[in-house]
Structures are given as C-alpha cells and as structure tokens.
C-alpha cells in the first residue's frame, strides 16, 4: 500500500534533518493518511478511502465527496477514486 492520498495525491516528501552543528542528514515526510468512510449521497453508500487529514477537511468544506469529486481534476485522483467518480457523475445525470 502506497503512501499517497487517493483524493489530493499528497505523497512522501523528502528534506533534511538539521542539528544545532547543522550537520544534514536526509529524511522522510510522510502524509497524515487516515482510513476514512464517506458517506455518498446519490450512491447511498459509504465510501471507504485512504485520504490525508487536509483532503477530509477539504471533503467537508466543499459539501460532501460528491462535491469534491465533480470537482476534482482527474490528473490528482487515484484510479479507484477515479472510478468512484465516474459513478457519481452517472447516478446523477
């Protein structure tokens, strides 16, 4: 399992660890990943995603995962999310 977020593509990010001496030393960024159910309303269904803690408040700020993924550009969503998408924008037309 892959440490990226199926709604925003927030993945690992790499930098420096820095002492008092500012010796560098390379480490890992991890995202906030958090296994969430959301709950659909044209599907009526809950939705089981693996999504970072910034793409959940973006979710509710936006009305619903509905709402985010009509507006969600393809190219950031994973390919489950993708198909998830795909469903919603069928149900609703």
């Given at each position: 399992?892959?440490?990226?977020?199926?709604?925003?593509?927030?993945?690992?990010?790499?930098?420096?660890?820095?002492?008092?001496?500012?010796?560098?030393?390379?480490?890992?960024?991890?995202?906030?990943?958090?296994?969430?159910?959301?709950?659909?309303e044209?599907?009526?269904?809950a939705?089981?995603?693996?999504?970072?803690?910034?793409?959940?408040?973006?979710?509710?700020?936006?009305?619903?995962?509905?709402?985010?993924?009509?507006?969600?550009?393809?190219a950031?969503?994973?390919?489950?999310?993708?198909?998830?998408?795909?469903?919603?924008?069928?149900?609703?037309?």
């Amino acid at each position: 399992m892959s440490r990226v977020c199926e709604l925003t593509g927030k993945s690992v990010m790499s930098g420096n660890n820095v002492s008092h001496a500012m010796n560098r030393t390379r480490r890992r960024f991890l995202p906030n990943l958090q296994q969430c159910s959301l709950p659909s309303e044209t599907l009526g269904r809950a939705l089981k995603l693996r999504i970072s803690a910034s793409a959940l408040r973006s979710v509710e700020h936006i009305g619903g995962i509905d709402a985010f993924l009509m507006k969600a550009k393809d190219a950031q969503l994973s390919s489950r999310a993708l198909k998830l998408k795909k469903l919603v924008n069928a149900k609703s037309a």
